[in-house]
């Protein structure tokens, strides 16, 4: 798998048992659609960051066409933004699954903070993290934010998995 931006071959990371690929140049990341569905716990259901806007009304996503290629299909992906949240995710309308630049990861993790929801998130996978970050693999860069990125598996995953139906349909809908 080759990364969008620069070509360069993805390498794998695992964060509490959910592997993501990133790029070791620009350190995007591709989430995989399956492995965000097994990010799945029953214990976020106490969670209220269902609360949060972000990608909760579909009439709000503005989707379009790019010039990146999917990792893993090889066909143009879609950038997905939002209201005027100014975060933009490019996704794959074939494997649904998600790229993430640098510089989105950063702002969807500001957003939360915005929110206050970022410390409430923390404090809940510091439990979790007693066991996962034995089996974290990955560059120092990420190790260091593990917190933002478990945070980011599981937003991703409840937040804007549930959408894919809708971004489909949308999709459907463009003009080429
Ligand atoms: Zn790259
Ligand atoms: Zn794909």
């Known amino acids: 798998m080759f990364c969008p931006n620069c070509k360069a071959e993805l390498k794998k990371a695992v964060f509490y048992n959910t592997e993501v690929s990133y790029c070791p140049k620009c350190l995007g990341i591709w989430f995989d659609f399956d492995q965000l569905n097994r990010?799945?716990?029953?214990?976020d259901k106490d969670l209220n960051w269902l609360d949060i806007d972000l990608w909760e009304d579909q009439t709000k996503f503005k989707i379009a066409k790019k010039d990146k290629l999917c990792p893993v299909c090889s066909v143009p992906l879609y950038s997905v933004?939002?209201?005027d949240s100014?975060?933009?995710?490019?996704?794959?309308?074939l494997c649904h699954g998600i790229w993430l630049d640098r510089g989105e990861f950063k702002k969807i993790i500001?957003?939360?903070?915005e929110k206050g929801k970022k410390e409430v998130l923390h404090s809940y996978f510091k439990n979790?993290?007693?066991?996962?970050?034995?089996i974290f693999t990955g560059p120092q860069s990420f190790r260091e934010e593990i917190f933002d990125f478990?945070?980011?598996i599981k937003f991703l995953?409840?937040?804007f998995s549930v959408q894919y139906p809708n971004i489909k349909e949308i999709i459907a809908r463009l003009p080429y």
């Open 157 to 159: 995953n409840y937040k």
């Open 81 to 83: 933004s939002y209201g």
């Open 86 to 93: 100014d975060i933009e995710v490019d996704v794959c309308n």
């Open 150 to 152: 478990l945070t980011l």
């Open 39 to 43: 990010a799945k716990d029953e214990k």
């Open 128 to 134: 979790l993290l007693q066991e996962g970050i034995e």
């Open 110 to 113: 500001n957003y939360l903070e």
